[in-house]
């Protein structure tokens, strides 16, 4: 059963307006959230993360919501850029010591 | 800064042969973990290593999936008798303990015929 789900697979945006990806998880022990970014033929690279003491984390424009109580996580990009295009996917992490489990990814394309 | 390495990048080989791919993480990270993406099942954990010793395989599908940390700077997975379902791409990250972040290398994709 997944943990961290996705839903939806794909998202087209127009360049300059907001993309919202969206993250589900089940397990209450995750105490750590993070957004990878994956480009074709490449390793996913971190782009941010938010802790669960925390309810919004900001850098630049990649803004991360979490709310707990839905265990519900959201990626805001503002403005979308086409060089945003790529996969994201969404992990978690529970206690010390363990792996990041992850989503299966949103591709979002920004068309200019 | 050298990032986590991985070789080769592309591997063909036939059904029932021998596979093995290579990881060097970044130096002083003392976790490594394998994953696997596939279109079905997105970016699975296979294995992962705490200061080379291997914590959780419980992601390792089969028997003929196996995965050493020989060193810390090195680690290979194996797979012998290759299959078709095995195509898929491999990648290998590694993180220190003081942070949450994973960092990944490039991956290898593997196609068996």
């Known amino acids: 059963d997944q943990q961290v789900k996705q839903n939806s697979p794909s998202l087209s945006v127009q360049e300059g307006r907001i993309s919202i990806l969206n993250c589900d998880y089940t397990?209450?022990?995750?105490?750590?959230f993070l957004w990878y970014k994956k480009y074709p033929a490449e390793g996913p690279t971190f782009l941010i993360s938010?802790?669960?003491?925390?309810d919004k984390n900001e850098d630049g424009r990649f803004t991360v919501f979490l709310n707990k109580s839905a265990k519900h996580l959201s990626l805001h990009i503002v403005p979308s850029q086409p060089g945003d295009s790529a996969v994201y996917f969404c992990?978690?992490?529970?206690?010390?010591?363990?792996?990041?489990?992850f989503g299966k990814g949103t591709t979002l394309s920004v068309s200019s | 800064d050298a990032g986590v390495i991985q070789s080769p990048r592309h591997e063909v080989t036939e059904m029932g042969q021998e596979v093995t791919l290579r990881c060097k993480p970044i130096?002083?990270?003392?976790?490594l973990f394998w994953y696997r993406q596939t279109m079905m099942r997105g970016l699975e954990l296979l294995i992962y290593?705490?200061?080379?010793?291997?914590?959780?395989d419980s992601g390792m599908p089969e028997d003929r999936f196996s995965a050493k940390m020989p060193n810390a700077s090195f680690s290979t997975l194996k797979i012998q008798p290759s299959e078709p379902r095995d195509s898929a791409v491999y990648f290998c990250?590694?993180?220190?303990?003081?942070?949450?972040?994973?960092?990944f290398g490039p991956g290898t994709r593997l196609t068996v015929l």
């Open positions: 938010i802790s669960s003491i925390k």
């Open positions: 397990n209450s022990m995750f105490d750590y």
């Open positions: 290593f705490n200061n080379n010793v291997p914590i959780d």
């Open positions: 990250a590694s993180r220190s303990s003081s942070y949450n972040e994973q960092f």
């Open positions: 992990a978690a992490k529970g206690q010390a010591g363990t792996a990041l489990i």
């Open positions: 130096s002083g990270h003392d976790y």
